[in-house]
């Protein structure tokens, strides 16, 4: 433990954490994102409503064994996050929450999300929510993040897994067009990353993280974000080629990757010190529009 968690974690006992301490170890901007795609997966798995209990339970459910993620990811990092200025504040780091708290706390969100999913969804989607966790909080955080500049690539894919978890919660059954929407946040997750590390280049390298623009380079992140975005354009008409959405899909769909495809290009030719933050900004945007275009083009579909 560095110096800096050590004075904290002595400073602790005076400080007293608030529900809103123990909230932000949840990554609640994070958890909604990943909801808002299971929830799409849900919807898309069904030409009617889904049933309410599968409803707020699926939610609730992969809501908390991700908040359990989220949570164990901020005790692995904690050493890692003193040395960032984008997360020396938070809860773990500053010491108003104890590692062993948060553990116990994880644990506690975990058990109580696959509970849930086990009891009043299905045990499919409890079994592979619970990979996810597995392979967020600790295959990512635990191993891969410190291991190799492809760490986020790899990772991404637990990070990927909510609309198909959506999807199981419905059907109890992995299907092919739920795989195509993993794909779409998997090949997102890259140029969404990337472009912040390019943005906190020299925190990553402080932190001695092998992210791939401190291993490879500013420019060559570029070139990779740029690429990828390329790829997330194509990989984005699948849904329309295979007959998944329609013309809705597409036209939005269309749209958003002629966005991201702006900020991706003017990131690798035209930067200044704001592009790289612009540019993952817009991909946040772009993955929840993404998802509400899918969920229009749907309902649009049964209903025209």
């Known amino acids: ?14 400080q007293v954490a608030s529900w809103r301490d123990y909230y932000e170890l949840t990554k609640p901007k994070v958890v909604m994102l990943l909801l808002l795609t299971a929830l799409v997966g849900m919807c ?6 889904v049933s309410w209990q599968v409803l707020i339970a699926g939610l609730g459910g992969i809501g908390l064994l991700s908040s359990s993620a989220a949570v164990i990811n901020h005790v692995v990092d904690r050493n890692i996050d003193s040395k960032m200025a984008r997360t020396f504040n938070r809860p773990v780091t500053k010491g108003k929450i104890s590692p062993l708290r948060a553990t116990i706390f994880a644990f506690v969100l975990g058990v109580a999300g696959f509970i849930c999913l086990e009891l009043w969804v299905n045990r499919l989607t409890a079994l592979l929510t619970l990979a996810s966790l597995v392979g967020y909080a600790v295959v990512y955080t635990m191993f891969l993040k410190r291991a190799t500049p492809q760490n986020i690539v790899i990772g991404g894919l637990a990070g990927a897994a909510p609309p198909l978890l959506g999807w199981t919660a419905v059907t109890g059954e992995i299907h092919s067009h739920a795989l195509l929407l993993v794909l779409i946040v998997f090949t997102w997750t890259p140029p969404h990353f990337w472009a912040l590390a ?3 280049v020299k925190d990553y390298a402080k932190a001695e993280i092998p992210m791939l623009p401190v291993t490879h380079g500013v420019e060559f992140t570029k070139t990779s974000v740029l690429l990828y975005t390329l790829l997330l354009t194509i990989v ?8 998944m959405s329609g013309v809705i899909y ?24 704001n592009t790289a933050m612009k540019t993952f900004g817009f991909s946040i945007v772009h993955l929840m529009v993404l998802f509400v275009v899918l969920l229009v083009d749907h309902y649009l579909k049964f209903t025209l």
């Open 1 to 14: 433990m560095n110096k800096t968690l050590q004075a904290n974690y002595a400073k602790s006992p005076s």
């Open 44 to 49: 898309l798995a069904t030409e009617t409503w």
């Open 198 to 200: 390019i943005h906190r």
């Open 236 to 243: 984005c008409l699948l849904p329309y080629l295979t007959g």
């Open 250 to 273: 597409l036209l939005g769909s269309g749209l958003l990757n002629v966005g991201f495809m702006y900020y991706a290009w003017k990131l690798k030719y035209a930067a200044n010190e």
